[in-house]
């Protein structure tokens, strides 16, 4: 399975590996993996780091959006072949390291239901199967930051909470390039039907759909270019007209 790389920015690549996007960042001699994919995706890591020309060495740090298999995905593993430390938000440790109410893959099962008549959603399921959703590999060190905090990682992301897909879901800036990763708290799939466009992620997939919906506005004034979701293309244009999109198709 094989995953495809695309500079976005100088410094900014965004790896489509299947139906899910992470990112790295180079900074100087250093490279940052924003999220980490499924987790049997340690080869497509691998393999984009050295795609740059780079070494698995040169990761200075793994810093996740959430704890979802599909962003959590190979950053145990990845932190035990690099050396790297993993990153998370203070409250959203305890669910990667698969400990939350709620941690498990299988609590999903029951809001994905209804929508298995949609061979689009039968086609995800599989696919997150495939690639080791329902069998995740939790974290077993993680190094706690707080909402507001700027990194000192390359490319020195900043923390903005963004929670709703799941309690301690955050969203990162890079404000000297006018890039955030959304993670989850702003698509422009839907993994579920393949729509496409600004967007949140069905409420199948939300743990609160109303903190989700609300935390666009936490994206909606931010000084940024560009959008890069865990789901589709990247956005280009100020967040306040992604976030209108969003919220006309997504009904809030
Ligand atoms: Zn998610
Ligand atoms: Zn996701």
Redesign the pocket.
């Given at each position: 399975m094989t995953a495809t790389t695309t500079q976005i920015e100088p410094g900014v690549h965004r790896v489509a590996d299947g139906l899910?996007n992470w990112y790295l960042i180079e900074d100087g001699d250093g490279l940052t993996l924003v999220d980490a994919g499924w987790p049997r995706s340690w080869p497509n890591v691998k393999q984009a780091i050295e795609g740059l020309g780079r070494s698995t060495r040169d990761v200075a740090a793994i810093v996740l959006t959430?704890g979802?298999p599909?962003?959590l995905g190979a950053a145990e593993k990845a932190r035990q072949e690099t050396g790297a430390n993993v990153y998370a938000h203070r409250p959203e440790i305890p669910r990667t390291e698969g400990k939350a109410k709620g941690a498990s893959p299988f609590t999903l099962v029951p809001g994905l239901l209804p929508t298995l008549w949609r061979p689009s959603a039968t086609g995800f399921v599989l696919h997150a199967t495939a690639r080791g959703f329902m069998t995740p590999k939790w974290l077993t060190q993680a190094v706690p930051f707080d909402a507001g905090d700027t990194l000192d990682v390359p490319g020195r992301p900043r923390v903005v909470a963004t929670p709703g897909?799941t309690q301690g879901h955050v969203s990162l800036v890079l404000d000297e390039k006018g890039v955030v990763f959304t993670?989850?708290a702003f698509?422009t799939l839907d993994?579920l039907t393949r729509e496409t466009g600004p967007r949140l992620?069905p409420d199948a997939?939300n743990d609160d759909p109303a903190a989700t919906r609300e935390s666009l506005g936490a994206l909606e004034g931010l000084d940024a270019g560009t959008l890069l979701p865990?789901?589709g293309q990247p956005y280009r244009g100020a967040p306040s007209g992604a976030v209108a999109r969003a919220r006309e198709v997504s009904g809030s």
């Open positions: 899910v959430h979802h599909d962003h897909h993670g989850d698509a993994v992620l997939l865990g789901h």
